[in-house]
């Protein structure tokens, strides 16, 4: 839980920042960045997702208990 408010805040502020040019497809000039920002978009999603549900799970499954 201690790790929630950081993973988010800064998955937050860099999607908001790549937002503006993946949605720019149809603009002039942005042949390559509108489809990079999409592909960071989709990688930061990805690896929020992991950090927030997965890991946490996997340990809880298979982390050593503290005494």
């Given at each position: 839980?201690?790790?929630?408010?950081?993973?988010?805040?800064?998955?937050?502020?860099?999607?908001?920042?790549?937002?503006?040019?993946?949605?720019a497809a149809?603009?002039p000039?942005?042949?390559?960045?509108?489809?990079?920002?999409?592909?960071?978009?989709?990688?930061?999603?990805?690896?929020?997702?992991?950090?927030?549900?997965?890991v946490?799970?996997?340990?809880?499954?298979?982390?050593?208990?503290?005494?």
């Amino acid at each position: 839980m201690e790790q929630l408010g950081p993973v988010l805040m800064t998955a937050l502020t860099t999607g908001l920042a790549l937002l503006p040019l993946a949605l720019a497809a149809d603009k002039p000039g942005s042949k390559i960045q509108s489809p990079m920002s999409i592909v960071i978009l989709g990688g930061l999603f990805a690896a929020t997702f992991l950090n927030l549900i997965v890991v946490p799970v996997l340990f809880l499954k298979w982390g050593k208990k503290s005494v």
